[in-house]
């Protein structure tokens, strides 16, 4: 038998991201779709695959485009179509192939990529989003700000186009025509059973340049005529109709006192016929949806509730790390239909209740798994070669005290051929957000720095999602201060811990877990070295330069920095520069429209003003996505620098 290796950055390159499971109205198949990252043309590569659901048959390859193929969704009721979206021809379009193979033929086309593609319930129709309009600036290279919505990450700056909703006849030669219209986006398209109507996403505001509200609306596809679902109060979406057409579904929150923007989801149904809206997970204290992070994940779809023949809903919800799938009735009564420690991050079912489901765990990437009524049953193992050759860090699900009676969660990950009398180094990751979580999935770069031979302790502090409403509120006007002690007491457990050394503890993180270790570094010098990324310094000069900050940091720092300068100067990692001495590592993407490169030029300008060994590296062309959707030759080179910096310092 071969001996197994470690894991290595390149085995990026090894690594086969599932994605998206869609099965079909019989239930006898399911499409799934694969990414892989390739080195030569430093891009990646998407593929449609097809596995039979009750044979016990290998996987096979059902596109074969060499760019971006994903989306796959069956034409309803026959399922003897596959509709999807492909870039082959530049841009993703939306395509049309025979469920059992053959050419593909392109629907749509233009300049502007469609997204969001959705079936008219009779299988004449794909409905679908793209931008439409006149730019701002189409005569020069200049660009015009006109909103306080301006930018957003990822995309860029914004030139006057709105996003909306579009239909194209599968008739060959049929011309797409545009649903929707107004100065506002219009997304998520849910047609109605009956044809006549489609549920969409919109912020139709006077001032809806200058806020994050998303209504859900319908439209009449005959008259024109719109109707407002939501109360116009927070952020809504997901909208998904019965079958028989008289309720929609649809998953939001009003931001209200004293929660505002972290206001836990709820899962509502609206009747059609009375207007009368019911939410179906109170006392939960969880939400549905899926939060969990990861770095081996690509076009995963965000999950929108799905009706069951019984008139229920399955919907996912994130709880303390993993993601599970729940059923919902009409009487409010959650009740898990999938658990355990697993982080599912997207399903679908077929007509007699079959689900298909994509889940992955701490020690394996995702695959492609299927529910019957005789139970649960693997479908896929596309990275089974892979993991018979490499030795993984063993994970611990580990809990430890913060403040008095405060338990904060975590996982902590062991280095492969684990000695219990050695005494290791040892680093803490502290996740972005920060109301996201680290969850029960496989993320390389944990897996990277146990290989490399570091105890790794990935944590949940206050301010997380999955743990209910006044844990992911924790951070309300405290950035720096109960998540902070949550933090530190991670690093007195590691430092409690038997094989590690406590003299040796590194720190990093992005984005939000970017500005905790700034933070960190100005209040403690425990750490030997830490690694900073897409982070911010000062949090004054960053509510006008993000894309987003100014929508949400009112909430969190007690109102705009105009108003009340002396707390966000007190909650700055730049107010503490000079206490630092902890050699430290800037990882920052030019194009982050996030958290602009202007933080951590800001914060290392004034660490080489004060002593502190640091470096700063500059990504070109990279958003604040680079650890996820980078260019896969960076995506290399960040790792390289961060094990590089750990090597070097501890």
């Not at 207007?275 to 109170?282: H, I, K, Q, V």
């Not at 959650?334 to 697993?342: H, K, T």
């Not at 219990?420 to 040892?426: D, G, I, N």
Request: with cysteine.
């Amino acid at each position: 038998m071969t001996a197994k290796r470690r894991l290595t950055i390149d085995d990026l390159f090894e690594i086969r991201m599932v994605a998206d499971p869609q099965i079909s109205p019989d239930g006898r198949r399911v499409a799934f779709v694969v990414s892989t990252l390739d080195r030569d043309s430093n891009r990646y590569r998407s593929a449609i695959w097809m596995v039979d659901a009750d044979d016990g048959s290998e996987p096979y390859r059902y596109t074969t485009g060499g760019g971006l193929d994903s989306s796959p969704r069956w034409s309803p009721t026959s399922g003897d179509k596959i509709a999807f979206l492909s870039d082959r021809s530049g841009r993703n379009q939306v395509h049309l192939m025979a469920a059992d193979g053959g050419e593909s033929e392109q629907l749509t086309s233009g300049d502007d990529p469609a997204s969001d593609i959705n079936w008219s319930v009779d299988g004449s129709t794909i409905y679908y989003v793209k931008k439409t309009g006149e730019k701002f600036n189409s005569e020069t290279d200049t660009k015009v700000l006109r909103t306080l919505r301006n930018r957003m990450d990822g995309e860029g700056f914004w030139d006057g186009r709105r996003k909306h909703i579009f239909a194209v006849a599968i008739d060959k030669g049929s011309e797409p025509r545009q649903i929707t219209t107004g100065d506002w986006d219009s997304t998520q398209p849910a047609p109605s059973p009956d044809g006549q109507r489609i549920a969409f996403c919109s912020n139709r505001s006077d001032d809806r340049d200058a806020t994050t509200r998303v209504d859900v609306w319908i439209q009449n596809l005959e008259t024109g005529e719109t109707e407002q679902v939501t109360p116009g109060d927070g952020t809504y979406g997901s909208p998904s109709w019965s079958p028989d057409g008289e309720r929609l579904a649809y998953i939001g929150h009003p931001s209200v006192d004293p929660w505002g923007p972290t206001t836990l989801d709820n899962l509502f149904v609206r009747e059609i016929g009375s207007g009368e809206d019911r939410a179906l997970m109170g006392g939960m204290d969880r939400e549905p949806g899926a939060s969990g992070m990861s770095d081996i994940r690509y076009n995963v779809p965000a999950q929108r509730p799905v009706w069951t023949n019984d008139g229920s809903l399955l919907t996912l919800l994130g709880d303390e790390g993993s993601v599970h799938i729940y059923r919902c009735g009409a009487d409010g009564s959650p009740s898990a239909v999938i658990d355990g420690q697993q982080d599912i991050q997207s399903f679908s079912t077929s007509n007699d209740g079959t689900l298909a489901y994509a889940s992955s765990s701490l020690t394996e990437p995702t695959d492609v798994f299927i529910m019957t009524p005789d139970g649960t049953s693997r479908l896929t193992n596309m990275n089974a070669g892979y993991l018979d050759s490499v030795e993984l860090a063993a994970v611990e699900e580990i809990r430890y005290e913060s403040d008095p009676g405060v338990e904060v969660h975590g996982w902590l990950l062991k280095p492969p051929a684990f000695n219990s009398s050695a005494r290791y180094p040892a680093i803490i990751e502290v996740h972005g957000g920060p109301h996201g979580m680290y969850s029960t999935g496989f993320f390389h770069e944990m897996q990277l720095l146990a290989a490399r031979g570091y105890v790794v302790l990935m944590t949940n502090p206050r301010g997380s999602t999955g743990y209910g409403q006044e844990w992911v509120a924790g951070t309300k006007e405290d950035w720096g201060g109960a998540d902070y002690r949550d933090v530190i007491a991670g690093a007195d457990y590691l430092a409690g811990l038997d094989f590690v050394d406590a003299s040796r503890l590194g720190i990093a993180g992005g984005s939000y877990g970017g500005y905790m270790v700034n933070w960190a570094l100005g209040q403690t010098d425990r750490f030997r070295a830490a690694v900073s990324q897409r982070s911010t310094a000062n949090r004054a000069s960053l509510y006008g330069t993000s894309d987003i900050n100014w929508s949400y940091n009112d909430w969190e720092y007690g109102g705009t920095p105009y108003e009340n300068h002396e707390f966000y100067r007190e909650r700055s990692p730049l107010t503490y520069v000079e206490n630092i001495k902890t050699p430290i590592l800037l990882l920052h993407s030019e194009n982050d429209l996030r958290c602009p490169i202007s933080q951590s030029e800001e914060f290392f300008t004034a660490l080489q003003l004060h002593g502190c060994p640091s470096e700063f590296v500059r990504f070109p062309d990279e958003s604040h996505g680079l650890s996820r959707t980078g260019q896969p030759k960076h995506r290399v080179e960040r790792l390289e620098r961060i094990c590089g910096w750990f090597d070097r310092y501890l």
